[in-house]
């Protein structure tokens, strides 16, 4: 492998990595995160993302995948001391054969396509990261467009968000947005395209169950913080709220699990629409 660096000690880019671990701001600064798994890496690569540098275990025979990585994908190449590699990896068990540092792409909401059968997800000041990866890989799975993080709110690009996504956030534009101006501004663009797009809040007491209302429709699906549900905003700017029926002692879901929900029941409608 002509050009290989290697690295054997916690040096100075050694620590900028590290710091992408678990600093939002330089993770910002650099405009990188690092991604680790054979799928989550594999799609990045499939879907055309910009992958910086390609970490791998200098001191190990690497698997047939590992090879034809490096093989194929042009960057940077750092053959690294497994130790490093376990640091990077946040494990305490083997080291992760190969990490990536992949480059992050612009917050741009016109990564998200509107056609005319929009199903778009807003989450609304997420204070857990792992809820947003579930959150985009329930998206994925059940036909969404793409993904909004607004306000202030835990990182799209956090090691916990990316893993959980179990490389759904390669393959689902996933945007993250300040206020709901710059979103309704986007929205308002989309309407006059003709993409009729309706605010569809989740709450506990909704304008009515969620298999009441019409999800075949354009729908951009409002899913608030964890702890106080939507901001006074939002709650303005729906146009319909729905509830999940529930049974038993619970009086509601984890907010990655309610939008499941509803995007099955949207999914389901349809599917059944299209017979």
């Known amino acids: 492998m002509a050009g290989v660096q290697r690295i054997s000690s916690r040096n100075a880019r050694f620590q900028q990595w590290q710091a ?4 939002r701001r330089k993770r910002t600064r650099a405009g990188e995160f690092l991604v680790l798994g054979v799928r989550p890496i594999s799609i990045a690569v499939e879907r ?24 194929t994908v042009r960057a940077e190449q750092i053959a690294m001391a497994p130790e490093l590699l376990r640091e990077l990896g946040e494990k305490n ?15 741009d909401l016109g990564r998200i396509e509107a056609p005319e ?17 579930s959150m985009l890989r329930s998206a994925d799975a059940l036909g969404a467009h793409g993904l909004v993080v607004t306000g202030h ?32 501004e986007w929205v308002e663009s989309r309407r006059a395209d003709g993409v009729p797009i309706v605010l569809v809040g989740t709450d506990e007491v ?20 964890e702890t106080a549900g939507l901001s006074s905003a939002w ?17 509601s879901l984890n907010a990655a699990n309610a939008a499941t929900a509803i995007l099955y029941e949207a999914m389901r409608q349809r599917r059944t629409a299209g017979r």
Not at 20 to 23: A, K, Y
Not at 48 to 71: H, I, M, P, Q
Not at 117 to 133: A, C, E, Q, W, Y
Not at 235 to 251: F, H, K, N, Q, Y
């Open 20 to 23: 992408l671990l678990g600093n």
């Open 48 to 71: 055309g993302w910009d992958v910086r540098a390609l970490l791998y275990d200098g001191e190990r025979e690497l698997s047939k995948w590992a090879r034809e990585l490096l093989r």
């Open 93 to 107: 068990e083997a080291a992760p054969e190969v990490v990536a540092v992949v480059a992050m792409p612009a917050d």
């Open 117 to 133: 059968d929009f199903l778009g997800v807003l989450f609304d000041r997420p204070t857990s990261p792992g809820n947003i990866g």
């Open 153 to 184: 709110a835990a990182d799209v690009y956090d090691p916990k968000s990316v893993r959980s996504s179990t490389g759904s956030l390669f393959s689902l534009p996933a945007v993250r947005v300040p206020s709901p101006a710059e979103v309704m």
């Open 206 to 225: 909704g304008n009515c169950e969620v298999f009441d209302f019409d999800l075949t429709q354009p729908v951009l699906l409002l899913v608030g913080n």
């Open 235 to 251: 709650r303005e700017l729906c146009d319909r709220t729905v509830s999940i029926p529930m049974a038993g002692a619970a009086s």
